[in-house]
Every structure is written in C-alpha cells, then in structure tokens.
C-alpha cells in the first residue's frame, strides 16, 4: 500500500484544528428561534445521500426545501448492467440480516426483497481448490477444524462480540443521540476498542486472538479481496465488516438496490438537481452564515442558491480534483487520507467458465457457484461467480459451469483479451465497470478518520467509510448527520456525544 506524501501529517493537524473550531462554533450558530431552515443541499445521490435526504425531511418537516446533487445516476455505487436482456448488480449487491436501516427503507417503500439463490464457494491459490463448501455443513465444520483448528472459531466468536455492539447504534439512534465525529460514534459503541480498530492492521488483530496464519491466508485474506479489492493489512474495524458481510443471511432488493435511493429521494420529496457540484463556498450576509454551491456544467459555471446548511453525501479527495469538491475558505484538504481511493473492476461476463483452470477438465463436474483467491502474485481476478438477475423469476435455477451463464469478475484492473480467454472457454460479451469503490486503507494508517462537521452547518458524510464502507455504514453515517444537524439547529447540545448513553436511555425509559 503507498502512503500519502510526508506533508499530509501537517495538512491533517490543520484539518483536525479546523473540525474542532466548527464544532464549537456550532452551538453558537443555533437557531434558537425554533424556526426550521430554509433550504437544506445534500451533494449526492447514493445510498448516504438519499438516506441523508430522507431522514432530514424526517427531522425537518415537510416546509423545508430539499435540494439534492447528484453529476450521475441516483444511486451511486448502486449500479445495473443489462446482460442478454436481463439487469444484474455491478455495485453494491449484498445486504447483512442486522441491516436495520435498510430493512426499514424496503418495508417504507414498499420493495421486496430478493431471494437468494443458494451455492457452493471454493478458494483458489492460483494452482488448485484449498478450500471448499460441501453440502454437508457437518462436513464443512470437520474440515475447517482439521485444516485450522479452532481458528474459525475464535473469528465467529470475535465477529459476533463486534456485531453485538455495534447494534447498539439503532437504539441509541432512535432515542435520538448524535455523535459529532466517527470516532466518537465508535467510543460510544464499542469503547476505546473499538477506536483502536480503526488505527492497527486486521491480521495483527486476529494473530493476537489466536486465529492462525494459514486461515488468516486462506480464508480471511480472499473475503477481503473480494468485499474491498486489498490485503489483511487493512484496519481490523474494517476488516470486521468485510468478515461480516461474508454471512450466509444475506439479501438484496428485488428489481436491484439502488430502488432503495429512487424511492427514498420520492419519498423526502426532493427536488433532483443534475449537476456536478465544484465547490462549497460560506456566505455572510445579513449575520447569517449560509453556503453556495459552484456548479459545473458543459460549457460554463453556475453558482446556486444560498442555502443554510449542506451535507456533502459523496467522497472528498484532498486538493479537490476534476472531480472531486473544493471549500474555497479552507486552508488544507478537509478529508485526511481520502488522497487514495481503491479502484476496482466489476465485468459481467456472459459465457462458459474455463474450469480446466480450477482442476476440473470436465465442466459438468465443476460444483461452485463462486470462487474466491488468495493473494497469490500471479493471480489476475479476486473473484468469478455466477449472479442472477435483480429479478428473480419463480423457476429460476443456477446454470451449471458447463451451461453459458452471467458470471461477476472482480479485478484490480480492466481484464485483457487474453486473461478473459484464461478465465473462460469462450463468451458472448464483457461488460466492465470500473469503480472508485472503497478508500484505499493503507493509505491513512495510523491517521485521525475524517471530519463529520467541516463548518457550522457544513456536513460531510462519507467520513465514515474509512472505517468501514458497506451500505449500512452509509444508512447510519445519515441518520447521525440528519440528527447532529437537528441538534445543532436548535441548540440541543445534550442530544449530541452523551458519554453515559446506556445509562441515559435507561432513565428515559
């Protein structure tokens, strides 16, 4: 993993000094009058934007005009490509059981959600199968014992004291509490520990507990490289995540995820901006701080409305970028570490897998639906696996390896001719998608995670993915900002980083 330049470590102090400054100005800039804003932006439309828009309107009232931002398509990095007629997921595609955000935002709207279809994972060295599924779940466990010990055990056990805490956020969520930064939004879940997740590489962490190097290599590291495209090096909090969302409870939403922002952008009554946002600029003007947003559009710049509070829902890149969002009044980049972002490739390939190359000369013999790797050097592709449509018909069954079907191939770059001709006997099309997907972990080690509040009624919300991106991460990172932006509006400040939380909500009860 590169670093970021030497000089990042003063750009970050300064952005540290500058987060702090507006979270305590903040309480200074309430409206204490009781009067809602006036018009509110949020600067994208995924699955943190829409949810951001939706809980605001929840929090706002209905008087409140809603503007949102969005240079592409709503929904984000939640994303169909039509193959052989059919629409298949090539962004984020799975949903965890304990997803309770976005269990409500289905049953809100009115979606369903989709079955699965069930099949078998083998992992891949580069040379043969080290580790498979059987249909025997008895079966599974001896051989995980024979191979690892006890290891799995030690990771379940470890996954599920994490899950366990981290639930807590829906309670204290629902009572109403906000955290001003992602750290404090752990503390409160998890403690220090959970703190220090964030901060020390995934692999220490499971060495400590106990968990063995060879199931770290071979089950731990291709989980990983599938859900983020990198190493165990990454933070153990995101490791966590990634681990957890390897749960066989999984679920989608039937017609495909982004649905989910369509239908809760209709549902805050928003009015859809089609613009790229440039930068975001404070304005004073009558004593009262508002903000501006420049524009980009085909052949020149606008600026918009001025608006009394803005919740950036889409990642900052230090310095800003061609694409990336300026804050013209700030002296250094306002995201620590988000410099790098991982790069990915998703290509739907509708063919017939080349199952020579896993050891099984005869297709018809081939018995996974998926494959994931280890992080062998040679090995071109994270992960094959067959998909289905986002709409499942009643009859639907998985096609067999020696049958043409619509495979996922996960890639840290573009697949070449000849590397589609290794993975596959032949195919009828290719589809890539290249994604900007997840920060680039090893980038940030050690660092501060970035900032929620930039300014007085500045907001940024994708801070939360460094320490850990999943859709869940992104529904709850917008319940915190809708309801931090609340407080702070009406200078609620005990609704905001309460420490005796547990505590709290028992005597509210």
């Not at 702090?20 to 699955?47: F, R």
């Not at 070449?416 to 009828?428: G, P, V």
Request: proline share 5%; glycine share 10%; charged share 20%.
């Amino acid at each position: 993993m590169r670093r970021l330049p030497g000089v990042f470590g003063p750009l970050l102090a300064t952005v540290v000094a500058l987060s702090s400054a507006a979270a305590e100005s903040a309480t200074e800039s309430a409206h204490v009058d009781g009067a809602p804003p006036s018009k509110i932006a949020v600067v994208g439309a995924g699955i943190g934007g829409s949810a951001t828009a939706h809980f605001l309107r929840q929090h706002f009232g209905p008087e409140v005009q809603l503007d949102v931002y969005e240079k592409g398509e709503v929904g984000g990095r939640l994303a169909t490509v039509t193959v052989n007629r059919n629409e298949y997921e090539s962004g984020g595609s799975i949903i965890h059981a304990l997803n309770l955000h976005m269990h409500d935002f289905v049953q809100q709207l009115g979606l369903k959600q989709r079955r699965g279809v069930s099949g078998k994972t083998a992992v891949f060295d580069g040379t043969s199968v080290i580790a498979e599924e059987t249909d025997w779940y008895l079966l599974d466990l001896l051989r995980l014992w024979w191979r690892y010990g006890i290891s799995f055990i030690r990771l379940q056990m470890w996954l599920e004291e994490i899950m366990e805490k981290f639930i807590r956020i829906y309670k204290y969520q629902a009572h109403g509490y906000a955290f001003s930064s992602v750290e404090e939004l752990l503390e409160s879940l998890g403690g220090s520990g959970f703190v220090n997740m964030t901060r020390r590489p995934l692999s220490d962490s499971l060495l400590e507990l106990g968990v063995s190097q060879r199931f770290i290599d071979e089950v731990v590291a291709p989980v990983i490289r599938l859900n983020y495209g990198q190493n165990v090096s990454v933070p153990a909090f995101v490791g966590a995540v990634s681990l957890a969302s390897s749960h066989s409870n999984l679920w989608a939403v039937e017609g495909g995820n982004k649905l989910v922002c369509d239908g809760l952008l209709k549902l805050a009554n928003v009015n859809l901006e089609r613009a790229r946002v440039t930068s975001v600029r404070p304005l004073n003007s009558g004593g009262a701080l508002r903000y501006e947003l420049t524009l980009a559009g085909e052949s020149d710049e606008r600026h918009s409305a001025a608006y009394d509070m803005v919740v950036v829902a889409a990642p900052l890149r230090a310095g800003g970028g061609d694409e990336g969002i300026s804050f013209p009044d700030l002296s250094a980049p306002v995201a620590p570490g988000e410099g790098e972002w991982q790069g990915t490739v998703a290509t739907l390939v509708h063919g017939y897998l080349n199952t020579s190359l896993f050891g099984f000369p005869d297709a018809r013999l081939f018995p996974y639906a998926g494959v994931l790797t280890t992080d062998a050097p040679a090995l071109f592709f994270n992960s094959v696996a067959g998909v289905y449509p986002v709409d499942v018909a009643p009859g639907f069954r998985r096609k067999r390896a020696h049958e043409a079907a619509v495979y996922k191939v996960f890639s840290p770059d573009v697949l070449t001719k000849e590397q589609l001709k290794t993975l596959f006997r032949s195919y009828y099309s290719a589809q890539a998608t290249e994604w900007q997907a997840y920060p680039r972990y090893g980038s940030a080690a050690g660092s501060a995670l970035p900032p929620v509040e930039l300014r007085p009624h500045l907001y940024y919300l994708n801070g939360i993915e460094w320490a850990g991106s999943a859709m869940e991460m992104s529904a709850v990172a917008a319940k915190n900002v809708a309801l931090l932006a609340y407080h702070r509006w009406n200078g609620r400040g005990l609704k905001v980083d309460r420490k005796d939380l547990l505590r709290a909500i028992k005597t509210e009860l």
